[in-house]
C-alpha cells in the first residue's frame, strides 16, 4: 500500500475535523438560548440547571472515557461515542421543557466526554515532544472554529426551518463523524500507510510497539497532577461561560437581537483560535529561544494567556456592545492559549499509556468547576449582574497559573538551562 507522506498531519486534520463537530453540537444550546427561553418558558436560574446538567454528566464520565480511550484506543472508542453524541444532539429538539431538555443534554455530556482524553492522546501518539504543543494547538483549535461557525449557523437554520432543525441538522454531523472516524483513523503502530521514515520521527527515540494498560493508580499518585487538577478546575470556568453565557448576556444584558448578536458573535472564537494556534507555536519558540525546558516554556505561555485574561474583566467598565465583544474576544484568545497548552503539559508529565486517563480525570474536575460556576451566574446574574461574575474569572487564572509553576514548573540547571 502506498505510503502517505506527512500522516500524522492528516490525523490532526481528522481530530480537528471532531473537535469542530463537538462544539458546534455543544455550543447549540447556548446560541439559542434566548430563543428556548421565550418558546420552552425558561427562567434564567433553570437555564443554568440545564447548563450544569451537561457539564456534571460530562465532568464525571471524563475519568471513564479516558480510562476506556487508553484501554480500548481512539478508534474505536471515538467513533461511537460521536454516534451517540450526534444522536443526543438530534433529540434536543423533542424537547418540551427545561427538564426534557437537562436530560437530553445529559445525554450529550456522556458521550461528548471522549473529546478531550481522545483529542490529547492523539496528539501524543502522532507527534514527538516538540511537535506536541503545535499539534494540540492546532486540534483544540476545533472548539473555537466549532464556536465560531455555531452562531450563524444555527441562528440561520433557526430562522429559516425553527430551532427544532437546528438540533436536528448538528447532530447529523456527529453521526456522518463517527463513520469517518472509524473508517480513516488508525494509531501509528497499526496505520498500514505511515512511512518508515515518518514512524521513526514520531517515535523520536521510543519504539511505536502497543501501549501498555493505563494505571488509574499511577496517575492520581503524582504530585504535578495535583498542579494539573487544580488548574483545570480553576480554568475551565471561562470557556464554559463563553460558550453558554455570552447569548444569553448580550441579548438580555446589552439589548442586542439574535439577528444582530450572530454577525459578531463569531469574534471571541475567531480569537480563540488565535490563542490556540498561536500558544501552540509561542511554547516552542520560548523553549528555543530562551532556552527554557519543554515544560517550562509551556507554562510560560499559560502565565501569558492568564495575564490576557484580563478582558472579561474590564467588561463592566465599557458601555458598548461591540467592545464588550472584543472584551470577550480577548478573553478567548487567552484562555485557549492557556488550555492548549494544559493538555500538551498532560502529554509531557504522563506516560503515553496514561494521557488519557490523566486528562480525563483533570477535566472531570474541571467541568465541576465549570458546573459550579454555572450554578452561581445562574443564581447571581439577576441580582449582582453579570459582570462581577465576569471578573473572577481574571483571578482564577491566574491563581491557576501560579499553582501550575509551584506544582510543575521545573527548576533551573547549573547554566540556566531547566532540568526535571
Known sequence: MKKIKGLRWRMLALMLLGTVVIYIDRNVLGVLAPVLKEQLHFTTEQYSYVVSCFQIVYSFSQPLAGFLTDLIGPRIGYGIAAFVWGTACALHAFSSGWISMAGFRGLLGLSEAVAMPTGTKTSTLWFPPKERSIATGWFNSGSSVGAALTPPLVIWISVTWGWQMAFIITGLLGILLSIAWYTLYRNPENHPRLSDEERDYIAAGDTLEPLAKPSIKAVIRQKKFLGIVLARFLTEPAWQTFS????????????????????????????????????????PFIHKRFKFTLVNSRLTTISIGALCMVGPALIGMVSSPITAIFCFALGGFAHQMLSSMLYAVVGDVFAKQEVATATGIAGMFGYLGGALFTLVVGQLASTVGYEPLFALLFAFDLVAAVGLWIFIGEKKGPQGLGTK
Open 244 to 283: 453558554f453565557w455570552i447569548p444569553l448576556y448580550m441579548v438580555t444584558a446589552r439589548g442586542m437581537d439574535i439577528k444582530q448578536f450572530a454577525l459578531f458573535a463569531w469574534l471571541p472564537f475567531f480569537f480563540s483560535d488565535l490563542g490556540c494556534i498561536g500558544g501552540g507555536y509561542l511554547a
